[in-house]
């Protein structure tokens, strides 16, 4: 029994050593983003819960194109399904040099935060949107879904990059169909 306390223990640190390994790279983002196939509707499949979300439903992010930027329009249903809806638009900009993989979004002026596309399915089916700090991470996907067997090997590229996973929250998208 106590050696298989102590395994445990070992492996435990490991486990938080390789985080920590992993938090100190810089967060890598996917090569390039065609923009023109990542606009549309996206559902919020998980995320580090943020208090902006604070009490959110059926998190879902609508991107189309504006002359210069990107029309950011959040909505979700707060109290359940049936809840008042809320909604936040914002603006994002494309960071130059980065490919459209890293984008500065704006709900409040002057304050920008990062949106970085660290994962994406060649198909854009799907979509892991972070920040280098590691504090923000949202799992989003065209349907309100996902196949949990690829939900989870998401979930592991998160961990890989350094996100603390336990943070994960998966989102009710029961009222999706709205």
């Known amino acids: 029994m106590k050696t298989l306390l102590f395994l445990l223990s070992i492996s435990g640190i490991l486990g938080l050593t390789g985080m920590a ?8 983002t ?19 819960p943020q208090r902006f979300q604070k009490g959110c439903h059926c998190t879902v992010a609508e991107y189309s194109m504006e002359k210069d930027f990107v029309r950011v329009i959040n909505t979700c249903r707060k109290d359940g399904p049936e809840g008042k809806e809320s909604r936040a638009k914002g603006k994002a900009f494309v960071v130059k040099g980065s490919n459209n993989a890293k984008l500065r979004v704006q709900f409040f002026w002057p304050f920008r935060g990062d949106y970085w596309i660290i994962d994406l399915a060649e198909d854009y089916s799907f979509a892991v949107v972070g920040a280098p700090d590691r504090d923000y991470l949202w ?3 065209r349907t309100p879904q996902m196949d949990e067997g690829l939900y989870q090997e998401i979930v592991k590229r998160c961990a890989d990059k350094g996100f603390d996973i336990n943070r994960l929250v998966k989102t009710d998208q029961t009222c999706a169909g709205r």
């Not at 992993?22 to 890598?28: C, G, H, N, S, T």
């Open 21 to 28: 390994a992993a938090q100190d790279k810089p967060l890598e």
């Open 30 to 48: 996917v090569p390039s983003v065609d923009l023109q196939k990542y606009l549309g509707r996206w559902y919020e499949i998980s995320s580090f």
């Open 139 to 141: 799992i989003l996907s």
